[in-house]
DNA sequence: AACCTCCCGGAAAGCGTTTTCCAAAGTCTG
DNA sequence: CAGACTTTGGAAAACGCTTTCCGGGAGGTT
């Protein structure tokens, strides 16, 4: 393995010159001797021991993406956007991913404030369990005593910067369009019941109805996946319209309803939330509120990394988009 | 931040007697000290420094992953089984996206090395050209040569460890299954002309039909997403039967007809390759060669991570799946 | 010419662990 | 009970880099 010092030598300079000269830094290095440097450099093949750097400047170049499950195009989204930036400034991403579990996320943390990664994203929706919340917060903390940035994508977390969507308007300018297309009994396909994201979703669906002086929604609780939206539909009866939390699981009630043989939207109309892309070639295409996930991801990493202190949370707010999965009753 | 050293000073034992303890070693600790150290790393809250770690160890607990795109699910896909490993084994995964640039893997690689990560998988197929096959293999023997492991997924890299379809195979079994269906004119959607996984899905698909006494399929080149599938498809008359040599190109496919007014499969039959389980919901449903791509990405990453010297390369057979996508002929 | 500044190169002190040696204290054998 | 092992704890030398501090030379000002 060829260190700096190697280099230093082959090149007849200092350990400091070299390092100057191949690592970035302020000071200037005179141009004989930096090419010197470059040549003995390559010649060699250094590689610089990023483990050693980190060490020596107490900061390293890594910042880390916590998600559920990568596979949720959900998350991939979010994540994609986050590396985007990443890569614009020059960082690695580490990705842990929980598969839902809350113990796993908190290790993570604890894993990612051992790496001394530069910054730490939470993405997507916890439950709101008080020890859970507790535990991870203190987790949170200690990271951040030390210099770590914490931001949220998804969910807000408070104390914790935050890119979250304005869950409760989105959902009830949905159920606005919804209504206006002259439906009046409602069904939602509403996740865990414990997940808070959904259940804002959910909450802000039911109060638009409310203020119309439309009957309350019929809630039905599932895993917040593609399978939990099939298991709630095939329990709904005596709705004209269908509003799941999520677009993976608006995707599994879709399936749910082909099975059963009521077509949608001749039978029943169905929306979901989040506009996820990969899923656009959906027949019947999916009316939704089309979120910038993305950009959120890119946003929330930028916000992390940004020296500004206190938090803040941006909040992003969603765009109803009716396509064909819902039509206009008689 | 509290260091091993203020741990140590701590529990009153030395630095050494303290390392053993909390960061994993060969040697016994007796248990009056043991639970002395524990108790004091539990009450500063001591965090290891991992860069130190890995600098004083020489090798880090990292493992990198190099895909194209984490948004296309085949790559979610093989990255989720390549996390599960990596989470069994106690291990962190960078990612690095490349956006199919070339160079931006050759980079990566190279930063890759530069953490000194245990192991790099390498994922996608990469194109045929001469200069940047050498620049790659450059890289990777330099990061090899100082104890490195690397290996590809879903594409053949020569000496290096490798866990690939065999996409002739599949494409030719496919090919003959739809043949089996009564179809005797095809088009096939294949991607970039340099990229090699395609053509060997091309290859294989039109020896199939050479051997069954059958016309050549009209090649159709576009790049290899959902747009190139659409773009393809445009172009696409008078066969019964199209192959797009992946099925994320199938569902662009898929919109073309669609928007075209060319029905699936009454008019045209339509099937794609790796059976991504995102798309699964499709309608009509996708014909299909099945992979099982999170499988394929723990066995490369088990596969590199195992002691065991010597290039091996481990070809995991399709299984083709028909579905309503492609339709038996008269 | 004397004095001040700047700039650039190098020596060396860390950064926080692991691990190799030693030494001391047991634990066995015969 | 002496000698030979085996354990267990500690001191200190790495690991490979960054950065502070110093000193010397170049350039500019009176």
Do not use: W
Request: negative net charge; aromatic residues 4%; hydrophobic residues 45%.
């Amino acid at each position: 393995m060829v260190t700096l010092e190697d280099v230093a030598r082959h090149a007849g300079v200092s350990l400091a010159t070299a390092s100057r000269v191949l690592n970035g830094s302020t000071r200037q290095v005179g141009a004989s001797l930096r090419v010197k440097v470059e040549l003995a450099a390559a010649q060699l093949g250094y590689r610089t021991n990023v483990a050693a750097q980190t060490l020596a400047r107490g900061a390293s170049n890594v910042v880390g993406l916590v998600v559920h499950d990568l596979t949720d195009p959900y998350f991939a989204a979010i994540a994609d956007g986050a590396m985007r930036v990443a890569e614009e400034q020059g960082l690695m991403v580490m990705i842990g991913t929980t598969h839902r579990d809350p113990q796993r996320e908190i290790a993570y943390v604890s894993t990612l404030n051992a790496q001394r990664v530069r910054a730490v994203l939470l993405v997507g929706s916890r439950v709101a369990d008080e020890q859970l919340t507790r535990q991870l917060r203190e987790e949170l903390d200690r990271y951040r005593e030390t210099g770590g940035r914490v931001a949220c994508v998804g969910q807000d977390l408070l104390g914790v910067d935050a890119v979250v969507p304005d869950n409760r308007l989105g959902a009830a300018a949905l159920a606005r369009a919804l209504a206006g297309l002259g439906h009046r009994s409602f069904a939602v396909l509403a996740g865990p019941e414990r997940l808070i994201a959904p259940m804002d979703r959910v909450a802000g669906f039911a109060d638009a109805l409310e203020e119309l002086g439309l009957p309350a929604p019929l809630v039905l609780h599932g895993s917040f996946d593609r399978e939990g939206g099939y298991a709630a539909a095939t329990q709904v009866s005596g709705v004209t319209c269908v509003f799941a939390v999520t677009d993976v699981m608006a995707v599994g009630a879709l399936a749910a309803f082909r099975d059963r043989g009521i077509r949608v939207p001749e039978d029943v109309s169905v929306a979901g939330f989040d506009d996820i892309s990969t899923l656009r070639d959906l027949v019947p295409s999916l009316s939704t509120v089309r979120l910038p996930l993305a950009e959120m991801g890119a946003r929330a990493l930028e916000m992390a990394l940004a020296p500004d202190e206190g938090a803040r949370a941006q909040v992003v707010t969603g765009e109803v988009i009716l396509r064909e999965s819902t039509r206009a009753l008689g």
